[in-house]
């Protein structure tokens, strides 16, 4: 029996140490300040490039770095960026932190649908054209994920 190759995949999995809170048009727990453990699980399908890759997992590390033992804001929330320091308004919360210590996605809401888009969009930016589809499943705990797909 001969065997074909039909597909090649990577896949990554790592977890990080996040707070957030959401905004939200109802009262929740979640509208305070809180934290998680997130698990990220990545799976980027394609041919592989000149480097014998289809991409190159330090990448993905760095993603990783950005996010973790950081805040994460909705930039839209964002009053004031000087220096060192960002404002941050909304909830009726008025933080003022160091800038390395907040991540600041081009999203309206922090939620794990939002972190899971944001996520796999850093991954296109430095995919190659050898990158078909990006999937990026964030787990917020051991019961509850967001999953995107991207496709060329």
């Not at 649908?113 to 996520?119: G, K």
């Amino acid at each position: 029996m001969t065997f074909r190759m039909v597909e090649r995949k990577i896949g990554w999995h790592k977890d990080f140490d996040s707070s957030h809170f959401l905004v939200l048009p109802y009262e929740s727990k979640c509208l305070r300040i809180h934290g998680h453990t997130y698990n990220v699980d990545v799976e980027i399908w394609g041919e592989l490039n000149e480097n014998g890759m289809i991409f190159d997992f330090n990448h993905l590390s760095k993603l990783i770095k950005l996010l973790d033992h950081r805040i994460l804001v909705s930039e839209s929330w964002v009053v004031k960026r000087g220096g060192d320091v960002v404002i941050i308004e909304k909830n009726g919360k008025r933080l003022e932190l160091p800038v390395d210590e907040a991540v600041i996605l081009d999203k309206p809401n922090v939620t794990a649908e939002y972190i899971a888009e944001w996520f796999a969009e850093r991954i296109a930016e430095k995919a190659g054209d050898n990158v078909k589809r990006i999937k990026v499943r964030i787990w917020e705990d051991p019961r509850s994920y967001a999953e995107v797909t991207l496709e060329r």
